[in-house]
T-cell receptor
Framework: DGGITQSPKYLFRKEGQNVTLSCEQNLNHDAMYWYRQDPGQGLRLIYYSQIVNDFQKGDIAEGYSVSREKKESFPLTVTSAQKNPTAFYLC?????????????FGDGTRLSIL | AQKITQTQPGMFVQEKEAVTLDCTYDTSDQSYGLFWYKQPSSGEMIFLIYQGSYDEQNATEGRYSLNFQKARKSANLVISASQLGDSAMYFCAMREMIYNQGGKLIFGQGTELSVKP
């Protein structure tokens, strides 16, 4: 079945450490997105990519970095510059950026600080 | 700037009754889309229903319908015949239909729905 796979499900970060969250999709979607969700809050956009080798900052990009070397993959790195990384991270993709097709989401990664 | 407002942090509904979850939005664009997602406690985001700004009829998907009032900029979700499995967070989201904007979604704060047996 086609879908979006995020790994790991749970991740712990030590002070000063960079960690990378994986997002892989086999839906053949061009556009991919990373969102952050804090407890009891809505989703906020970190980065998005409309096509391979291209990505743009979202509303809260500071302390994060991404790459898009393959259509299927859009990993997110939470750097040591992100001082409050504890959150739920969701990856999404869509085949249609302007029409009625929704974004499809992975199951998320919960990141905590040790 | 775009904004989505969900004014009900929490709602209770009796099983088998209908419930309306409120969503108002703000945009200066004429072309946009509105989406509702359900997020169970496990965390995944489940797409429920879509309404385009030029759609003349309210969207329906099974037990879900969208009460779209364009002049009032509201897009309320109606769930009929509530079930215990409907207990979850519900998010309203908006997307501007501008190609180079990348299809970004702006989300509201969510409404936590609890269905009572």
């Amino acid at each position: 079945d086609g879908g979006i796979t995020q790994s790991p499900k749970y991740l712990f970060r030590k002070e000063g450490q960079n960690v990378t969250l994986s997002c892989e999709q086999n839906l053949n979607h061009d556009a991919m997105y990373w969102y952050r969700q804090d407890p009891g809050q809505g989703l906020r956009l970190i980065y998005y990519s409309q096509i391979v080798n291209d990505f743009q900052k979202g509303d809260i990009a500071e302390g994060y970095s991404v790459s898009r070397e393959k259509k299927e993959s859009f990993p997110l790195t939470v750097t040591s510059a992100q001082k409050n990384p504890t959150a739920f991270y969701l990856c999404a993709s869509t085949k249609d950026r302007v029409g009625n097709q929704p974004q499809h989401f992975g199951d998320g990664t919960r990141l905590s600080i040790l | 700037a775009q904004k989505i407002t969900q004014t009900q942090p929490g709602m209770f509904v009796q099983e088998k009754e209908a419930v309306t979850l409120d969503c108002t939005y703000d945009t200066s664009d004429q072309s946009y889309g509105l989406f509702w997602y359900k997020q169970p406690s496990s965390g995944e985001m489940i797409f429920l229903i879509y309404q385009g700004s030029y759609d003349e009829q309210n969207a329906t998907e099974g037990r879900y319908s969208l009460n779209f009032q364009k002049a009032r900029k509201s897009a309320n979700l109606v769930i009929s015949a509530s079930q215990l499995g409907d207990s979850a967070m519900y998010f309203c989201a908006m997307r501007e239909m501008i190609y180079n904007q990348g299809g970004k979604l702006i989300f509201g704060q969510g409404t936590e729905l609890s269905v009572k047996p």
